[in-house]
């Protein structure tokens, strides 16, 4: 079984940064695929970054490319993604998950989610 808890979320001015961490349970996080998702209020989840198990492959929606990065250190089963440059629209329950498989956008093909953490932008 693997676990998942995120942090790093808060309230933030336009044009600023954060930094979200996932933080994964077992020995074999290094084998799977990882992501983040998020949900604004009123909206429907969608897809943000992923990144494959060994870090080579990596994946960003359209809306946040150029300004995220996701990274990931697997001696420390953690997950990253630095926002930078965020605009009120960035404003979001911000969820990782995992997978056994290679890296995919697609949330239903994802086996582990995080209870998510609040991302807030303000103009």
């Known amino acids: 079984q693997v676990q998942l808890v995120e942090s790093g979320g808060g309230l933030v001015q336009a044009g600023g940064s954060l930094r979200l961490s996932c933080a994964a349970s077992g020995r074999t996080f290094s084998a799977y695929a990882m992501g983040w998702f998020r949900q604004a209020p009123g909206k429907e989840r969608e897809f943000v970054a992923a990144?494959?198990?060994?870090?080579?492959?990596?994946y960003y929606a359209d809306s946040v490319k150029g300004r995220f990065t996701i990274s990931r250190d697997n001696a420390r089963n953690t997950v990253y993604l630095q926002m930078n440059s965020l605009k009120p629209e960035d404003t979001a329950v911000y969820y990782c998950?995992?997978?056994?498989?290679?890296?995919?956008?697609?949330?239903?093909?994802?086996?582990?989610w995080g209870q998510g953490t609040q991302v807030t932008v303000s103009s």
């Open positions: 990144i494959s198990w060994s870090g080579d492959r990596i």
């Open positions: 998950a995992a997978r056994g498989g290679t890296i995919a956008t697609i949330g239903a093909v994802y086996d582990y």
